[in-house]
């Protein structure tokens, strides 16, 4: 062996790990760009439960709230419970009114009719007297007076028919009679006066109608 050859040999068993260093560290680094993204994942892990912890109420704090949600409640159910009682009394004291309405509303025309009554009794009193068929007359005169005037009162006013144009929203023909003194379809007598309420009938005029 020529020592040439000789310095060639020793020279590659000086260095024998230079052709697999290259390897190995090229193998490291993927390991360590494999462990970057799990602490990105603990990063972002810690800043949320830090964060839900920084938010998150004491108990003190969430009993306090309950129990003012509790008596919110409480107040809300009794001042139902009030406008209920409230709105019951109400009907029933609308239910007593229209009760009195019924039975009193003709109150005010019965009282009035009371001063037709006397009038009534005196004519017949009137009558137990001697000479008494004038103050007949008259009794029966101021009891038809009082009551025309109590109709007035009460908005009552009498049909006008005669010699008016038969009206079948007024009047009730009974019958026709021929007659030329005036026109056809004429009232020419009236059997029973008709009366209106205000603008409403009351009760139609039965009539004779010409023809």
């Known amino acids: 062996m020529t020592k040439e050859h000789r310095i060639e040999i020793q020279s590659e068993t000086e260095h024998p790990g230079a052709e697999t260093d ?14 970057a993204p799990e602490d990105d994942d ?12 920084d938010t998150a109420l004491p108990a003190d704090d969430l009993q306090s709230q309950l129990e ?5 409640a409480r107040e809300h159910y009794e001042r139902f419970l009030r406008t209920a ?6 009907r029933k004291r609308k239910e007593r ?35 008494s068929a004038d103050g007949l007359l ?24 005669v010699d008016q144009p038969f009206d079948p929203n007024l009047h009730e023909a009974v019958m ?19 009366y209106q309420i205000h603008d409403r009938l009351l009760r139609p005029a039965m009539v004779v109608v010409s023809r």
């Open 22 to 35: 290259a390897p190995a560290s090229e193998n490291a680094s993927p390991d360590a760009a494999g462990h």
């Open 42 to 53: 603990s990063a972002q892990s810690s800043e949320t439960l830090q964060a839900a912890e």
């Open 68 to 72: 003012k949600s509790q008596a919110e």
């Open 85 to 90: 009682a409230e709105l019951d009394n109400f």
């Open 97 to 131: 009114e229209v009760g009195d309405l019924r039975k009193f509303a003709n109150q005010n025309l019965l009282r009035e009719l009371l001063n037709v009554v006397d009038n009534l009794e005196r004519a017949v009193g009137a009558t137990r007297e001697p000479g």
């Open 138 to 161: 008259e009794g029966v005169d101021m009891t038809l007076k009082e009551l025309l005037k109590i109709f007035d009162k009460a908005g009552v006013k009498p049909i006008e028919a």
């Open 176 to 194: 026709q009679e021929e007659n030329t003194d005036v026109p056809e379809n004429t009232v020419i007598r009236e059997l029973q006066k008709g």
